[in-house]
């Protein structure tokens, strides 16, 4: 009996060994957990195509947004870790954790960081509708007018309303909150005037200021972003406590293979650094933030806490 055991054991370690060196050899799903045309899926579109191209095999991306990103986000924790199930998503992955009173997935435990793409500031962008010109302007109307602004964000919890509750606890302007599905949904609701203002990202965002068609505020940053140097950063705006960044970066299930982690940070940090993606990311104003699972570890870590406690200054404790 002992004998079968250990040749069941023998097997079981070289279908598991010889499964991980020829890995991958079928399809490989990227999920993004928030809707298409934002900063999330246009560079998991890139980050797939390139992954395909270094793996040799197809990489499927699918948006699966709802929940601010809970329910794409669940869909891969739950999913074999196998490698070819993974998340693409942003900084708002450890967001969700620290709102809700029962956490709906731990970022730690449920997952296995792969790599970092990229990292970008908040966007502090209003509607072109609005008479306020610049965040003084907006900060005296929230003031003058309580609860006639009204801010789009991509729901309750999300790091868009955590920010919004924040500017109105710091500023003393008060507005109205309004959670939409996806990004482009708040975005065309500032178009139309629907909303009067949101954080986003600055890569999604500037576009439609340079078009006329939003009105550029100020950014989360401590220093003015390449792409848009005429916007001032919220501290130079006379707004202080708002040093935000958002980073992208691709996760598998808890348990997956370290060999599978490794082959997957080495085509990440390939893709990321190709000379078409580097033009990319100049081009968007945001900053390559390639390197190592456990550098990627470290820093959901870090985030946990700094959004831990924004989260209680804004009183933001979801069921």
Request: proline share 7%; glycine share 10%; charged share 15%.
């Amino acid at each position: 009996m002992k004998t079968f055991l250990l040749l069941v054991l023998a097997l079981t370690s070289f279908v598991t060994c010889h499964a991980q060196e020829s890995y991958p050899n079928r399809a490989i799903r990227i999920v993004v957990p928030y809707g298409p045309g934002n900063m999330t899926d246009n560079y998991a579109r890139i980050v797939g195509q390139k992954l395909s191209e270094a793996l040799k095999q197809p990489v499927v991306v699918e948006n699966r947004p709802g929940a601010s990103a809970i329910v794409g986000t669940q869909a891969v924790a739950q999913a074999a870790p196998d490698g070819y199930t993974l998340l693409f998503t942003a900084s708002g992955h450890v967001i969700a954790p620290v709102t809700y009173k029962k956490p709906p997935f731990d970022p730690v435990q449920d997952f296995a960081p792969i790599g970092m793409a990229i990292e970008y500031p908040y966007y502090l962008i209003g509607a072109t509708s609005l008479t306020a010109t610049n965040v003084q302007q907006l900060i005296a109307y929230g003031k003058a007018n309580p609860g006639r602004l009204n801010y789009g964000t991509l729901g309750e919890g999300s790091g868009g309303h955590l920010l919004g509750q924040i500017f109105e606890q710091v500023t003393g302007a008060k507005a109205t909150h309004v959670p939409y599905r996806t990004t482009s949904g708040f975005l065309t609701g500032l178009q139309s005037g629907e909303v009067d203002f949101a954080f986003d990202s600055v890569g999604s965002a500037h576009p439609l200021v340079l078009s006329g068609k939003l009105r550029g505020f100020a950014v989360t940053a401590d220093k003015r972003v390449a792409t848009a140097p005429e916007i001032p950063t919220l501290k130079e705006a006379g707004v202080n406590g708002f040093d935000a960044l958002v980073w992208l970066g691709l996760l598998a299930p808890t348990k997956t293979p370290q060999p599978i982690i490794a082959k997957l940070n080495n085509a990440l940090n390939q893709a990321m650094q190709a000379s078409d993606t580097k033009a990319r990311i100049e081009r968007d104003g945001v900053r390559l933030a390639a390197g190592t699972p456990e550098q990627f570890a470290k820093r959901i870590q870090d985030d946990m806490s700094v959004w831990s406690a924004a989260a209680k200054r804004a009183g933001v404790a979801l069921d």
